[in-house]
């Protein structure tokens, strides 16, 4: 169903999106302040990539930049989007455009402000299809059909209600049907969750987790809880104060999470998989300064294993299993047994 | 929707009750006999005393307003002092004059600070923001009186582009004697609606919906017309409602200043003899189309938001 219009093919192997070296930068009062460093990840076609972190570690700024939506003080330095083997960063504003609600498009945090409230969810769906060449009976018969599909009940003539009249719930089902809509080639759905509650939780994890199955497109999955993620993605991409710190497949970074950053979340996080928590994880220490990040590993003040070569290397992403890869000195090939003081740098 | 009219009627009696009461005693405080100015400083005192029982003077204060809110009832506005008229003719005379007064400035202002407001939120910091920015401030900060004053030193007197005094015969005439005053009343209105719809048009453009809207590719256009101003344009409707009340008092200085009928000039001029039948006719309409503008943006308001219209 997706991708009836054959898009260029990307040159990378099957991915719909290859982030690479991505930096960015926002200004503030206090200086500029480096939100993403050097951040590459790829999604694959028809898979589901998550991105997980503690809040304030740049997963919105990722999935703005890739969406071209940045707030006005933030400004990508370095890097590609390469999305459909087009590179989104070398785009004008009319090309992004036309990308934008066709072939990508987003579920946002909190639906109960993502919805224009003067007007009926109707118009809402009929407007982003307004370049689909369809008449306004179809545009409303394929809105009818969407908001069925992610289990809105009696569809049809709640198409004439206002955004207010429905649930937190409701509303972000009425999102994703919004974004599933225009067909797109890839999903960016950026904390879709955290504003509902544990059930709900639940059930629109499924939901997408079924959707894209059934459309056969792409998501990258936006989310600071490893459990949800465990349960609806392919690959993982933990990022940590703007940098990304390990990636792999799902099972990879569950069974063997080798970046301390990421064993510090499961730490925090024992419910897991089935459990879903409502509260952030929480890890001792801060966030870096993002003005002046620190030189060598960006988790050294918070890490319990720091040693040695932490404070003057910044670690290369290790190769850490298949398709796993962590940006840790413990993973080092050439790393003596036992020269590392654990407990250090950590508190 | 029924209980919201009620509660509607019954919060317009009460402003109109208590405004004209006040206003009245107000005018009571000022010294001045009408009774002495209508007779003339040689009339006898018991020629004086039979004027003032005719005229009900002679009552308590709240005596007055209660036969005065009574005769309203039932539909009777009272007698001009003067002339023997009745005052609802004369009041409803003069009302049109001030109404197309009031009307045309409001329009030429909304017209023209909506789009500006709109353009230098959208153009923030550009020379066009920068401007209506720097004049809106500059405007906002002239008394109305000031600005007619100038405005008739300028384009009537020096100029003699338009005429200075009068409201004119027949449709172009009126038009032309309607330009001065309007342009005078309308003036700071257009750069407090510029400000007004510029911030709260910011606000609307920074909300998560506007970002959705624009995620899905939709058109700038669209975006702000369709989703934002709608939303922006809220604020103002609700201040031009509530500002019927300013608008009316620069009317008045505006029928003054230009020698226009209307009832700010009525009113002017039975303040002025101690008029006070005419007085209070005045002020019973002039709080009455105030009452029906907060009601009439009100209704703007619930038209433009489903949220509000709901709430009704
Ligand atoms: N518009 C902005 N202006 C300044 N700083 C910003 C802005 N948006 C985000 N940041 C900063 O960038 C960092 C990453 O933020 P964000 O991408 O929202 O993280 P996350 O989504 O993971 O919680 C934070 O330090 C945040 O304070
Ligand atoms: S590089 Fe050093 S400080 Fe950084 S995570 Fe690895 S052990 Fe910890
Ligand atoms: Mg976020």
């Known amino acids: 169903m997706a991708g009836a219009a054959s898009p260029p093919e990307s040159a990378a192997e099957g991915s719909v999106l290859e982030v690479s070296g991505l930096s960015l930068d926002f200004g503030s009062p206090r200086g500029r302040i480096h939100a993403l460093r050097n951040v590459s990840l790829s999604v694959p076609r028809g898979r589901i990539v998550g991105v997980v972190g503690e809040s304030g570690c740049g997963k919105s700024s990722l999935a703005y930049a890739i969406m071209g939506l940045l707030a006005a003080n933030g400004e990508v330095t370095d890097g590609r989007l390469l999305f459909e083997g087009r590179d989104l960063l070398k785009l004008d504003q009319r090309e992004l455009r036309a990308i934008r609600g066709q072939r990508l498009s987003m579920v946002f945090q909190d639906p109960m402000t993502a919805l224009n409230p003067v007007r009926r969810i109707g118009e809402l769906m009929t407007d982003i299809q307004y370049r689909s060449g369809r008449s306004p009976a179809e545009m409303r018969r394929r809105a009818t059909e969407m908001l069925e599909r992610v289990g809105i009940p009696d569809a049809e003539s709640r198409l004439a209600a206002y955004p207010h009249h429905f649930s937190g719930g409701m509303r972000q089902r009425i999102c994703i049907a919004m974004a599933l809509l225009v067909e797109p080639a890839l999903l960016i759905a950026d904390e879709p969750t955290t504003a509902l509650d544990a059930t709900l939780e639940v059930q629109i994890v499924h939901l997408l987790k079924n959707l894209q199955r059934e459309l056969g497109c792409s998501v990258l999955f936006v989310s600071h809880h490893l459990g949800t993620v465990a349960e609806l993605c392919d690959d993982v991409v933990v990022m940590y104060a703007g940098e990304v710190v390990e990636s792999g497949p799902v099972r990879e970074i569950f069974h063997r999470p080798s970046h301390p950053y990421t064993q510090a979340l499961f730490a925090c996080d024992p419910g897991r998989i089935k459990q879903a928590t409502r509260n952030l994880p929480t890890i001792p220490g801060e966030l870096p300064d993002l003005v002046e990040p620190p030189s060598g590993c960006i988790f050294k003040d918070r890490c319990p294993e720091r040693f040695e070569p932490c404070d003057r290397l910044k670690p290369p992403a290790y190769a850490a299993g298949e398709g796993h890869r962590a940006a840790c000195h413990l993973l080092s090939p050439c790393r003596p047994l036992g020269s590392g003081p654990a407990g250090e740098g950590a508190r | ?312």
């Open chain 2, 1 to 312: 929707m029924w209980i919201y009219f009620g509660r509607r009627l019954i919060l317009a009696i009460l402003v109109v009750v208590i405004a004209v009461t006040l206003l009245n005693a107000m005018l009571h405080l000022v010294p001045g006999d009408p009774a002495v100015m209508i007779l003339g400083p040689r009339a006898t005192p018991e020629l004086i005393e039979a004027f003032r029982v005719r005229m009900g003077l002679d009552q308590p204060f709240h005596v007055q307003m209660a036969t005065f809110f009574w005769r309203l009832l039932q539909g009777d506005m009272g007698t001009d002092v003067f002339t023997g008229r009745s005052v609802a003719a004369i009041v409803l005379e003069q009302l049109p004059f001030t109404l197309t007064l009031i009307a045309v400035s409001i329009l030429w202002a909304a017209a023209l600070g909506i789009p500006l407001g709109c353009f230098s939120a959208i153009r923030r910091n550009s020379l066009l923001d920068k401007v209506t920015g720097l004049l809106s401030v500059s405007v906002i900060s002239i008394p109305a009186f000031v600005m007619a004053l100038y405005a008739l030193l300028i384009f009537a007197v020096e100029l003699k582009w338009l005429p200075a005094i009068g409201a004119g015969e027949g449709f172009l005439d009126s038009l032309e004697h309607l330009i001065l005053p309007a342009f005078t009343v309308g003036v700071s209105w257009v750069g407090y609606m510029a400000r007004i719809v510029r911030a709260s048009m910011l606000e609307v453009l920074g909300e998560t919906h506007v970002r959705m809207a624009r995620a899905f590719g939709l058109t700038e256009r669209r975006i702000v017309f369709g989703y934002a101003l709608p939303i922006a344009i809220l604020p103002t409707v609700t201040l031009l409602g509530v500002g019927v009340a300013y608008l009316v008092s620069a009317a008045v200085f505006a029928e003054v200043i230009f020698a226009r009928p209307g009832v700010g000039a009525l009113i002017v001029e039975a303040v002025d003899s101690r008029n006070y039948p005419i007085v209070l006719g005045c002020v019973l309409v002039t709080t009455a189309l105030f009452v029906l503008a907060t009601l009439v943006s009100d209704l703007v308001n619930a038209l433009l938001d489903p949220r509000a219209r709901e709430s009704l």
